[in-house]
């Protein structure tokens, strides 16, 4: 889709840059269209979504009876955390496993990612790519934002700025623009924790619990509530789709989140 950040830089931008030929379905999506494609056109990289892995998952492996994808040699999805589920189904689908990269509309390109050169860890976002320099971060109450160190340590996913795509302006939105960043740090809003290889994962709802504490399901709904309408965002239920609360929500949603043991 060209109306998003994805379908404009990787599906019409770095095409016509490096003279790749595309594969353009207008319609909406279909699973045995889908996979016809994917076999008659002869594709080679597949970069899709974890909607679509779901779907094609849902769709049951009698729809893959009998389809080879013999030119097929690399999977890669974007726009939400993709589980470890997801990531061995392509390996027992298509025998490729399904590399997760991370990245936004303001990053421009791809700045977290399972590289080919990488081994994967089914359910990380992967390591930043040469050149971005990642770093989590946090700040608490009265004191200045601090960069974590310790490894599988929860905090905001922030890029030391300066990398080529980087996006220069929200229109006419300066000071919008000005909040995205700390010093050289552009702060994404999005939480994570980096384990000891230096690979990136999703934070969850327990890791905003302070130890000695527990998550009751009650507090979950309302922390789920309170999510969504900070993000002002609405998503179809689906019993795949992880519940990933943003950095932004970090202080008072821990209020309302966890209770005391």
Request: hydrophobic share 45%; with cysteine.
């Amino acid at each position: 889709d060209p109306g998003w950040v994805t379908g404009m830089s990787y599906g019409i931008l770095a095409p016509l840059a490096m003279g790749v030929t595309s594969i353009v379905d207008e319609a909406e999506f279909d699973a045995a269209r889908w996979l016809s494609i994917l076999e008659s056109e002869g594709v080679n990289v597949w970069y899709t979504a974890p909607t679509a892995i779901r779907m094609l998952m849902k769709a049951g492996p009698v729809l893959f009876t009998g389809r080879r994808f013999p030119a097929l040699r690399f999977v890669a999805s974007v726009g939400e955390p993709l589980n470890a589920q997801a990531v061995w189904w392509g390996v027992d689908t298509f025998g490729l496993p399904i590399h997760d990269t991370w990245w936004q509309t303001e990053t421009g390109g791809i700045m977290v990612a399972n590289a080919v050169a990488d081994d994967i860890k089914p359910g990380s976002m992967g390591r930043p790519l040469p050149g971005i320099v990642a770093h989590v971060v946090r700040q608490r109450a009265g004191e200045p934002r601090e960069v974590i160190e310790t490894p599988d340590t929860v905090g905001e996913l922030a890029l030391e700025a300066g990398w080529p795509s980087m996006f220069r302006a929200y229109l006419g939105q300066p000071e919008r623009y000005r909040k995205c960043f700390a010093g050289n740090l552009y702060l994404s809003g999005d939480l994570v924790r980096r384990d000891a290889d230096g690979y990136y994962w999703f934070g969850t709802l327990r890791d905003l619990c302070p130890p000695g504490a527990t998550i009751s399901w009650e507090n979950q709904y309302e922390m789920v509530k309170a999510n969504q309408a900070h993000e002002n965002a609405t998503a179809e239920e689906d019993e795949m789709k992880p519940q990933v609360p943003s950095a932004a929500n970090i202080a008072a949603l821990s209020k309302l989140l966890c209770d005391p043991i």
